[in-house]
């Protein structure tokens, strides 16, 4: 039999990329040895307890609504994996596009944007908050389009879950090993200029679907706070 044939990497997510976009260098973690790049959850935790605490996310248009995610880090088949969870077609923002599980802040029931982000991994994966342990909190980023401004929360699950996806807010929960994320190759990054000149935007190419825009952001924030 011959070799089989590598798996497809990229997905169908809607990407409005200018016509003179820019395509930058590797990652800091380009020259990463295999070997390292399968941290364990306490040397996660060592690292992120070291790395400087996340800036507040910036506005970037009027009348933004204050939001958080859940970053659920969990180790799966003796290998650390992150959770992502991929928005339906009937959305009216982000459709179709790979993220964390998270929503906008309810005042009437959040008392912090922590609680946010630990409701809204329950109502659309079914974590219970009980079995997350928020270990850090990054740097908040923001979108324009949709207006939000995003404070992403660390959390690690204390067992495997009982992933149970809201039919409504998601159509497929992916389990990415952490290796895979720090292998540079499925990595890349491009300059964009439009509401703001010289934007960075970063892309991870998974095995049929492709993470970028805040997501993409929020860990490459990671992702450099574990190599640093």
Avoid: C
């Amino acid at each position: 039999m011959g070799a089989q044939p590598e798996p497809r990497r990229g997905g169908q997510q809607r990407i409005p990329r200018p016509a003179d976009f820019r395509v930058m260098g590797p990652p800091s973690w380009a020259s990463l040895d295999p070997a390292d790049r399968r941290p364990t959850l306490d040397q996660i935790r060592r690292r992120l307890v070291a790395s400087p605490a996340g800036a507040e996310p910036v506005s970037l248009v009027t009348g933004s609504v204050p939001s958080a995610v859940l970053v659920p880090i969990v180790e799966l088949r003796g290998e650390t994996h992150l959770l992502f969870i991929k928005r339906p077609e009937t959305m009216t923002t982000h459709k179709g596009e790979i993220a964390f599980p998270g929503g906008k802040r309810d005042p009437e029931v959040d008392t912090d944007l922590r609680a946010t982000a630990l409701r809204e991994a329950r109502e659309e994966i079914g974590l219970d908050p009980a079995g997350v342990e928020i270990v850090a909190k990054l740097g908040g980023v923001s979108t324009a389009a949709s207006a939000f401004t995003i404070t992403p929360f660390v959390g690690f699950l204390a067992r495997p879950p009982e992933i149970v996806p809201n039919p409504g807010e998601v159509v497929r929960v992916l389990e990415v090993p952490l290796a895979e994320l720090l292998d540079a190759s499925i990595y890349h990054e491009e300059r964009w200029d439009g509401f703001q000149r010289d934007m960075a935007i970063f892309f991870y190419d998974l095995i049929d679907e492709t993470i970028w825009g805040a997501t993409a952001r929020i860990l490459t924030d990671l992702l450099t706070r574990l190599v640093a």
